[in-house]
Structure formats: C-alpha cells, structure tokens
C-alpha cells in the first residue's frame, strides 16, 4: 500500500478500510491536474528560495517525464495507491530520488485535491460550452430553413394554434442560450484557485498565491482558506446546470419520439440513431432520445447526492468530500455523450413537411383566429368565443374543419361573417399574422433569427476563455 502518511500509525490499515478509503480507482482520471498543478507549485517554491535551481529543475523533469509516460500507455496508475497524489508524488521518488520528497512543500492534498477538481472542472466547463454552442448551430440552421414550415402548436398535448417549424425550434434555442449562459457564469464564478490554503489554515512558508493562480490561469486565489479547501459550490452549481440541461434535452427527446411515431410521423430519424427490434421487423426505434430522456434521472441523482452529502458537514475538509469526484465525473461524461448525440441526430433528422402542415390544418388550430376576426368587426371577445365554441361542435358533428363550413352555416351563427373569413383562417395567414417580437410570423422570425445570428457569431468569437 502506497500512502503518504503513516508515522502516526503504529500497524498497518486493515485491508478492507484501506480500498474503502482509496479513491485511485476513480481520481486517477485527476493525473494530467494533479501533474500540472504540482509544477506551478514547484515553480513558486523555487520563486521563494525554498527550492534550489537544481531541485526545480530536476522535479519538473520528473513531472513531465511521469505526464509523458502516462499518456502513452508506458506507465500504468495502479491501485497500489491510495490516490492520485500518492501515485505522482511516489513515482516521482522513485525516479529522481530524495528531490522529489520536497514537492510536498507548504501544500496538503486538501488544497491538492480542491485544485485537481477546480482545473478539471473549468475544462470540462469549456468542453461543455463547445457542445452547447454546438447544439445551438443546429437547432439555428433548422430555424432558418424552416421559417415557412407550418405544424400545430400544442397544450396539454392538444392541438392549439398554428405555429412554425422555426418558432417550435426557437423555444429550444432559447432553452439552449440559457444553458450556455449558466455554463459561462459558472466558469466564471469557479475560478478562483485554492492552492496555498494548505490543509486549512495556509501555510507558513511565504508563498506568493497570486502568483500560483496566474500560472494556472485563475483570476485570484481563494481569499479564505477554509474555504478554499471545502468549497464544492461550484460542483454543485454545474450539477444543476447539467440537471437543467439534461431536463431540456428530455423534454426535446420526447417530442421527438412522440413525432417519430405512427400517429404523427412528423420526422424521420437518420438510421445512424436509430435501431431495429429483435422480433418486429418493421420497427425503427427513436432509442437515442429515449436513452437521453432516461439519463436525465442519472444526472438529477448526482446532484441530489452532492447536496445530500455536503448539507451537514462541517468546515473544514472531510473525508465526505471525496464522494463529489464518481458523481460529477459520471455527470459530465453523460451530458457530454447525450448533447454529442442528440446534435448528431438533430443534423440528420428528416422533417415530413406536409404531414406536419396537414396536421396543422385540422384539430381547430385556427379557432382563436374565428374570434379574432369576429373581434376585429366590432364583436366582443367574450361573445365571439362563445361563437366559436358552436361552430365547433357544429365541425366536430359533421366531421369538417372550420375553413370547410359554408358561408350560410356561418352566418346562421353569427351574421357578422362574410366572405373574406375564408382568407383570415388560412394556415399560413394565421401565422403570419402573428408580428409581435417573439411570435411565429414571418417578420418577427426574422427578426429574432437575426439576433441569434449575431449572438452565435459573438460566441465563436469570444467562447469561454481557455483557464480563464
């Protein structure tokens, strides 16, 4: 068993308690971090006289050597080691000798490990911020080419009113943006550094913490050192963000299920997210937004035990803490492989336009239009309602829809209809219609298609800065 303590102890840890306590099998992911972080601190005790020319020097090499070795397969993270840091800081020993017993220097694994989670999470956040950015690409392109794709709007899964393609698309861009936002306030709000907190009260050895941080590309050290070492806020913020990601992409995945099925066939999904069945052969399965869909309880699960674990512990660091790496990592590969596929899926879908412009057609979606222009000759809304609600049943008794009623049943309804209803309750005249900001006419599409043009052509200018 290699571990980094152990003077204070006068027999070995029992077998079992030591797997129970090691987190090797999941923090050795924390390597690159660990190896990273390590060198910045080299760099500042040599600013401070601590460590000779030589001794910097030599442990870098070593550090680099160890990083290289990793990568390429040639050295294997083993779980003799009770951590990640046991294994870089033993490995380093035993290559360059008694150099490397002096790494651990004014630090402790509290700030050690508070550090390894900061710097992967900030990358993370930026893989992350890439794949949203990527995912809101495709659901514009599909806006932009869809201004004139009309289907139903629905609430409480009922047809409502006549929308467009591009405006059912928009809502999720908006989801999205939100997302995005949340993802560069979050990098932003993490990114303060926590090495030199020591285990929780600083160190003694005078070093220079604003120094540490601009190495690592942080905008300041942690002001408080407790704090520093036992914050996992910004853990759970991202949890939450990725629980609000996920949440969006399974409401997403649900319609698109329910408009790959028989009943609808608004879509067709690419073959390449598609499976078959092991007994029908007719089936075409929707199984990637299924499985996006049900990943989203995984996501919530994690953030809830994160919560879970941190609302009783105590300041400072506890052994608590360590249950945060298995959580957050599952998290974020999961939202990572769910917004990958679900934009690979969106960018290959087929949209059925005339299915879905037939289907808006009927349902009634242009009734609000019949009060609408009733209203505009001078009818009360409240009457004119009423009105409609009999010509519906009048429809729904015949089997026709509103724009099939003859001009006398009109009349016999209400004698205010003339001729031109005929032209209000057209499909594309229904939605046109609709030009305030955010509605789903022609102009006020364009309009917001603009300003999500600029705001994307914004973002790929100016992403999350990279460590900063």
């Not at 601009?214 to 990725?242: C, H, K, Q, T, W």
């Not at 990637?288 to 996501?299: D, M, N, P, Q, S």
């Amino acid at each position: 068993m290699a571990q980094l303590w152990g003077g204070r102890f006068t027999k070995e840890t029992d077998q079992l308690v030591y797997h129970f306590n090691a987190s090797i099998s999941f923090d050795k992911r924390l390597y690159e971090q660990d190896i990273q972080g390590s060198i910045a601190h080299v760099m500042i005790l040599r600013s401070r006289d601590i460590l000779t020319q030589e001794e910097e020097e030599q442990i870098i090499k070593g550090l680099e050597e160890i990083l290289q070795d990793v990568k390429s397969g040639k050295l294997e993270i083993t779980e003799e080691y009770e951590d990640i840091h046991s294994f870089v800081e033993a490995t380093l020993i035993n290559r360059i000798g008694e150099a490397g017993k002096k790494l651990h220097t004014g630090r402790s694994r509290n700030d050690q490990v508070a550090l390894d989670m900061k710097l992967y999470t900030r990358e993370q956040t930026e893989l992350l911020d890439e794949l949203t950015g990527e995912l809101l690409g495709a659901i514009l392109f599909i806006m932009k080419e869809n201004l004139d794709t009309y289907m139903p709007g629905f609430t409480h899964l009922q047809k409502a009113q006549p929308t467009t393609l591009a405006h059912h698309m928009g809502a999720y861009f908006e989801m999205f943006k939100r997302d995005h936002e949340r993802l560069q306030d979050i990098h932003r709000r993490m990114n303060t550094c926590p090495l030199g907190s020591g285990a929780l009260a600083g160190t003694t050895y005078p070093l220079d913490r604003e120094y540490t941080a601009e190495l690592l590309g942080f905008d300041g050290p942690a002001l408080n050192s407790m704090d520093g070492v036992s914050d996992r806020d910004y853990l759970i913020e991202l949890l939450s963000a990725l629980s609000i990601i996920m949440m969006h992409l399974s409401r997403f995945s649900e319609e698109v299920i329910i408009w790959n099925s028989n009943e609808y066939q608004f879509v067709e999904i690419d073959d390449a997210y598609s499976t078959g069945s092991s007994i029908m052969p007719q089936k075409k399965n929707p199984d990637i937004a299924e499985l996006v869909r049900g990943k989203t309880g995984r996501v919530y699960g994690a953030l809830n035990a994160l919560l879970t674990t941190m609302k009783g512990i105590p300041l400072a660091y506890n052994k608590d803490m360590q249950e945060d790496k298995e959580w957050v990592f599952d998290a974020i590969d999961t939202v990572k492989g769910c917004i990958a596929l679900f934009t690979g899926m969106l960018r290959t879908m087929q949209f059925n336009i005339d299915r879905m412009a037939e289907s808006a057609k009927h349902g009634f979606t242009n009734a609000t239009d019949v009060a609408d222009y009733l209203v505009n000759h001078g009818v009360a809304f409240r009457d004119a309602h009423g009105i409609v609600g009999k010509l519906v049943l009048i429809c729904i008794e015949k089997k026709l829809a509103l724009e099939e009623l003859s001009l006398e049943e009109y009349k016999e309804i209400c004698p205010v209809f003339e001729a031109d209803i005929y032209e209000a309750i057209r499909l594309d005249a229904c939605v046109n219609k609709r030009r305030t900001i955010g509605a789903p006419g022609q102009d006020a599409m364009k309009q917001v298609i603009e300003i999500y043009e600029k705001y994307m052509s914004e973002y790929e200018k100016a992403p999350i800065k990279k460590g900063r």
